[in-house]
T-cell receptor
Framework: KQEVTQIPAALSVPEGENLVLNCSFTDSAIYNLQWFRQDPGKGLTSLLLIQSSQREQTSGRLNASLDKSSGRSTLYIAASQPGDSATYLC????????FGQGTELSVKP | EAQVTQNPRYLITVTGKKLTVTCSQNMNHEYMSWYRQDPGLGLRQIYYSMNVEVTDKGDVPEGYKVSRKEKRNFPLILESPSPNQTSLYFC?????????????FGQGTRLTVV
């Protein structure tokens, strides 16, 4: 059974720092991996989708990598801003989405 | 604007009183799904639909019903809500299988059953 883990559960950084969020999964037979952002009381916003054949995807200050062999994905956020404060969720796609518990990020001005 | 729309956003109801949460998408997506989000448990799939008139159970289907009479709509029905169904609910849609293509989520419905 696929299990998705995100570490750390919470992270607080000063504005301007580059940071990395981690996502690990137990079964490498995935179709894709998707990163989402969730603001308090709001829905999920898709950030990046990496197909299983890809190694990374970039969107603005965000870069996501995928290493299927080791069962890991990272989300790199460059030059963090207070507006980046949110919960970040990764989800493994294998016919359905299986979510991690999320990393709650706080960027302090 | 491409979007998934859920209604209502907030709902407080009493045990046993039937309710429906609506979900509509305007992207002509084949796949739709309902998730619930609970502290410590994360997001779990309730039901999903691969096309009109095709629905199937997810991981936590007990106490819920769905229907897919039209491609754009996928309502979630609680015939006899109970307090353990108090949760944050999300509807999602995807052009293809949720494992193959990008998923889009609604804004969520916060349900409280007293």
């Amino acid at each position: 059974k696929q299990e998705v883990t995100q570490i750390p559960a919470a992270l607080s950084v000063p504005e301007g720092e580059n940071l990395v969020l981690n996502c690990s999964f137990t079964d490498s037979a995935i179709y894709n991996l998707q990163w989402f952002r969730q603001d308090p009381g709001k829905g999920l916003t898709s950030l990046l989708l990496i197909q299983s054949s890809q190694r990374e995807q970039t969107s603005g200050r965000l870069n996501a990598s995928l290493d299927k062999s080791s069962g890991r994905s990272t989300l790199y956020i460059a030059a963090s801003q207070p507006g980046d404060s949110a919960t970040y969720l990764c989800a493994v796609g294998e016919g359905k989405l299986i979510f991690g518990q999320g990393t709650e990020l706080s960027v302090k001005p | 604007e491409a979007q998934v729309t859920q209604n209502p956003r907030y709902l407080i109801t009493v045990t046993g009183k039937k309710l429906t949460v609506t979900c509509s998408q305007n992207m002509n997506h084949e796949y739709m799904s309902w998730y619930r989000q609970d502290p410590g448990l994360g997001l779990r799939q309730i039901y999903y639909s691969m096309n009109v008139e095709v629905t199937d159970k997810g991981d936590v289907p007990e106490g819920y019903k769905v229907s897919r009479k039209e491609k754009r709509n996928f309502p979630l029905i609680l015939e006899s809500p109970s307090p353990n169904q108090t949760s944050l609910y999300f509807c999602a849609s995807s052009l293809g299988s949720f494992g193959d293509t990008e998923a889009f989520f609604g804004q969520g419905t916060r349900l409280t059953v007293v």
